[in-house]
């Protein structure tokens, strides 16, 4: 699929902002603070109903205004369809398809598959558990819905439960039983799929690492269960169960959920060393790349191609990676880069709709000659 145009009304610093994108390469260039990163924020919002920066939601709609609308215009091999997504200061988010109200929010999500590469990815690496467990998650509910039903299940039962353990009333048992049976149900879900998709990444982020260095290094990703997997979903839900039983006195003590894939981490080993103690900067930027395309990968294999969002990612690749990119990212689905220097996208140029970006305004500087 493709997003053919894009309509932004007081979103960020776009006043009113219309793009018309080419199905393939798209670049967007600009100065600093000038409004690049926003155009993909917009289009991930559209994809998610949220934006991909950690902010109060306020902050998408411009300063002085109390609402914003996204607008675009999808086109697969089915046809065309009219998505947009309303923000109000107050009454929240509203979704449309083809102008007409929907029920849910979640409707919208799975019909703009994408990837986002950010020079943050390094956090994949460097950075704490929930990073790497955010990224596993959407790795998996990209591919199937079902998986964010459990997950968001989970994390409802969690929040409860954790709600209660704060009250510090007396704990009926009997009560408390069934709250362990809900959490351990969906939690053994969420732990035995991250489990399965951690084994299908390693092999892709493998391939990958070897394309990006020439090199054929050993990558292992090792899901650090709270609860070790041993291949049943009922045995794992009765391990769970046996934790919490043994964790109860700590848990009240400490009033928080101490057992469950809220708590898990994928261990990343680059021959046979933690990539996060022992990697230099440039290997674990590396194999954070590595992760993504591996997303890109996997996403790509069980349905039409994800839109690719490289948000300054160019400008810190040396040129024998950047020309890998090149050709990956012509095998790949609809793309949008950003970037402060012409410079850093030369082998790009001839096959991209170049906008130039200028304090909240987009104007079509070059067209690609391949307008496949
Ligand atoms: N709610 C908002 N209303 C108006 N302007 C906003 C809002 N939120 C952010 N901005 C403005 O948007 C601009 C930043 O846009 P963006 O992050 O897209 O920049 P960029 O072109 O990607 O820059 P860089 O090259 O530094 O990454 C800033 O000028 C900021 O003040
Ligand atoms: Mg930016």
């Known amino acids: 699929m493709h997003v053919q145009w894009l309509r932004c009304t007081?979103?960020?610093?776009?006043?009113?902002?219309?793009?018309?994108?080419?199905p393939r390469m798209n670049l967007f260039l600009g100065n600093n603070?000038?409004?690049?990163?926003?155009?993909?924020?917009?289009?991930?919002?559209?994809?998610?109903t949220r934006s991909f920066r950690m902010v109060s939601e306020d902050e998408l709609i411009q300063f002085d205004q109390t609402a914003m609308r996204l607008e675009a215009q999808l086109m697969d091999d089915h046809g065309s369809e009219r998505v947009a997504l309303e923000f109000k200061k107050g009454f929240g988010k509203t979704l449309y398809f083809e102008e007409k109200k929907q029920k849910r929010l979640s409707l919208i999500l799975g019909k703009i598959p994408m990837v986002i590469f950010s020079p943050d990815d390094l956090y994949l690496v460097k950075g704490g558990p929930g990073l790497r467990r955010k990224y596993l998650d959407a790795v998996l509910w990209q591919r199937d819905l079902s998986y964010l039903a459990d997950l968001q299940q989970y994390e409802r039962v969690l929040k409860q439960r954790n709600a209660l353990l704060k009250k510090k009333e007396t704990f009926l048992e009997k009560e408390w039983q069934v709250w362990n049976r809900t959490l351990s149900q969906a939690g053994s879900r969420?732990?035995?799929?991250?489990?399965?998709?951690?084994?299908?990444?390693?092999?892709?982020?493998?391939?990958?690492?070897?394309?990006?260095?020439?090199?054929q290094e050993q990558l292992t990703l090792r899901y650090l269960a709270s609860i070790s997997w041993n291949g049943s979903i009922d045995q794992t839900q009765q391990l769970?169960?046996?934790?919490?039983?043994?964790?109860?006195?700590?848990?009240?003590m400490r009033q928080i959920t101490?057992?469950?894939?809220?708590?898990?981490?994928?261990?990343?080993?680059?021959n046979g060393k933690s990539i996060k103690h022992f990697g230099s900067q440039g290997q674990q930027r590396t194999v954070a790349l590595a992760l993504k395309l591996a997303q890109l990968t996997l996403l790509g294999e069980q349905r039409s191609h994800p839109l690719v969002l490289f948000d300054d990612v160019m400008a810190e690749l040396d040129e024998q990676r950047q020309a890998f990119f090149l050709a990956h990212l012509q095998k790949q689905g609809q793309t949008f880069l950003t970037g402060t220097s012409k410079q850093d996208f030369k082998k790009f140029l001839g096959d991209a709709r170049v906008f130039k970006v200028d304090a909240g305004r987009v104007a079509l500087e070059n067209e690609g000659s391949n307008k496949n």
């Open 33 to 48: 603070a000038q409004g690049k990163t926003n155009i993909l924020e917009a289009l991930y919002c559209l994809s998610t």
């Open 240 to 252: 769970f169960l046996e934790k919490l039983t043994q964790a109860q006195k700590e848990e009240r």
């Open 10 to 22: 007081h979103f960020r610093n776009y006043d009113t902002l219309e793009i018309l994108f080419h």
């Open 258 to 270: 101490l057992v469950g894939p809220h708590r898990d981490d994928v261990e990343l080993i680059l």
């Open 190 to 215: 969420v732990i035995q799929r991250r489990q399965e998709v951690v084994q299908h990444l390693e092999r892709i982020a493998e391939h990958a690492l070897s394309e990006l260095t020439g090199n």
